[in-house]
C-alpha cells in the first residue's frame, strides 16, 4: 500500500511559478515511477509530467520548457516546479505512484494522491 500526500497549490497570477511536493509512503520500494496529471471540469485527466526510478523524465508538450519534475528519494518526495504559469494550467493537479508487484505474475496498480488546487489568474 501506498499513500500520496500533495501540497503547494494556491493561486498564483500569469507568469509566476509554484512548486507542488507530493510525499510518499508505505511500500515504496515498489514504485517504478512517479507523476503529476490535471484535471479540470468537463475535461480526461491528463499527464503533466513523470519521473522514473532511474531518473527519466517525460512531459507533456504544454508543459515543457516551463514544468520541472523532480524527486529527493532521502524524503521519499516528488516535485512540481511549475514556471511561466498560464490561465490554462489552472487544474486539481494529482500524485501518481506506479507500483509493479510480483504474484505469480506481474501486477501493475496506480496510487493517486488527493489533488491540489491551482488556479492562474489573468
Known amino acids: 500500500q501506498v499513500q500520496l500526500v500533495e501540497s503547494g497549490g494556491g493561486l498564483v497570477q500569469a507568469g509566476g511559478s509554484l512548486r507542488l511536493s507530493c510525499a510518499a509512503s508505505?511500500?515504496?520500494?515498489?514504485?517504478?515511477?512517479m507523476g503529476w496529471y490535471r484535471q479540470t471540469p468537463g475535461k480526461q485527466r491528463e499527464l503533466v509530467a513523470t519521473i522514473t526510478s532511474g531518473g527519466s523524465t517525460n512531459y507533456a508538450n504544454s508543459v515543457k520548457g516551463r514544468f520541472t519534475i523532480s524527486r529527493d528519494n532521502a524524503k521519499n518526495t516528488v516535485y512540481l516546479q511549475m514556471n511561466s504559469l498560464k490561465p490554462e494550467d489552472t487544474a486539481v493537479y494529482y500524485c501518481n505512484a506506479h507500483e509493479t508487484r510480483w504474484d505469480r505474475r506481474w501486477l501493475e496498480y496506480d496510487y493517486w494522491g488527493q489533488g491540489t488546487q491551482v488556479t492562474v489568474s489573468s
Open positions: 508505505g511500500s515504496i520500494f515498489s514504485i517504478n515511477a
